[in-house]
């Protein structure tokens, strides 16, 4: 247990990219999921990270990795679109004990309210043992918002983000409990799921 009581947790996060994994430019998918977990949580983090190509057999076997390693949740950035390298979902698909379409279906709904082209994105979440493994957006801004949502101008959410959740889902797979910090994304929890204070 960490001094805020919280048990640490240890979260995959993979940067999907052809370009950025080969050095062409600098990842900029790693970055933005550290920062926003790191923002949207109260435990401590213990982040493995990977900057992979757009290949299938090499995301299938680092989600496999990660899963293995005991990550209680994987993110996933970047190859959910619909070019010919786009390959992560079929990857996660293929080494998936469950699919999750909920998130997927929301994900595309909150994108919607930004770009048009959001019907082109085919992300999607699935559980692999105790371990939620979810696709999100290629682009920064993007993550953000699919994981926060939308608030209005008083910060008072108006289109829930994925990640109100993903706290409860995990502990449903018997994953360990994930305190979010309401300010950046609140967390629901059914009545007698929450845990008091200590």
Not at 98 to 111: C, D, L, N, Y
Not at 153 to 167: D, Y
């Amino acid at each position: 247990m960490s001094v805020s009581g919280c048990e640490t947790v240890k979260i995959g996060i993979v940067s999907i990219s052809d370009r950025a994994s080969s050095g062409v430019y600098e990842d900029k998918g790693l970055p933005a999921l550290q920062d926003w977990l790191s923002r949207a949580l109260h435990n401590p983090i213990e982040f493995e990270a990977r900057l992979i190509a757009d290949d299938q057999p090499t995301i299938e076997e680092t989600l496999i990795a990660l899963v293995d390693a005991q990550c209680a949740l994987v993110l996933t950035t970047g190859g959910t679109g619909p070019a010919l390298r786009d390959v992560t979902p079929e990857a996660t698909l293929a080494v998936a004990d469950k699919v999750m379409p909920g998130f997927g279906e929301q994900m595309r709904a909150i994108s919607l309210h930004f770009v048009p082209t959001a019907i082109l994105s085919r992300q999607v979440a699935v559980i692999r043992k105790q371990t939620l493994i979810i696709n999100l957006p290629g682009q920064p801004k993007a993550i953000a918002e699919t994981l926060e949502g939308l608030k209005d101008a008083e910060g008072q959410p108006l289109v829930p983000g994925i990640f109100a959740a993903v706290p409860y889902c995990v502990d449903l797979i018997g994953g360990p409990y994930l305190k979010t910090v309401d300010a950046v994304c609140k967390g629901f929890r059914p009545k007698n799921a929450v845990r008091p204070a200590r």
